[in-house]
């Protein structure tokens, strides 16, 4: 059974950092594009970032220049490395994983405030 799980969310001020980390479990088969997405309260969950399986990145305009995605194949782990935050990307961040075979996977998402 596949499962995506999340995890290193937390209250940070304005202008710090966190790293977000997303672990993948029970995948058969080639190594998947991953996302990242989030969705802040009141609002429509937004796409942030994608990894895909050979390392190209693309990220959503309010994020690029400040966060990083990538991955380790190894421990299929993708991580979001989240510099100089504002209270704008307070929100649940979501981790995603491609499948071929129907819906995307999710996971539960890990909370990221950002206090001014």
């Known amino acids: 059974q596949v499962q995506v799980v999340e995890s290193g969310g937390g209250l940070v001020q304005a202008g710090g950092s966190l790293r977000l980390s997303c672990a993948a479990s029970g995948i058969i088969g080639s190594i998947r594009t991953m996302r990242w997405s989030r969705q802040a309260p009141g609002k429509q969950r937004e796409w942030v970032a994608t990894?895909?399986?050979?390392?190209?990145?693309n990220y959503a305009n309010s994020v690029k220049g400040r966060f990083t995605i990538s991955r380790d194949n190894a421990k299929n782990t993708v991580y979001l490395q989240m510099n100089s935050l504002k209270p704008d990307d307070t929100a649940v961040y979501y981790c995603?994983?491609?499948?071929?075979?129907?819906?995307?996977?999710w996971g539960q998402g890990t909370q990221v405030t950002v206090s001014s």
């Open positions: 995603s994983l491609f499948n071929p075979l129907g819906p995307d996977y």
């Open positions: 990894i895909d399986s050979g390392g190209s990145t």
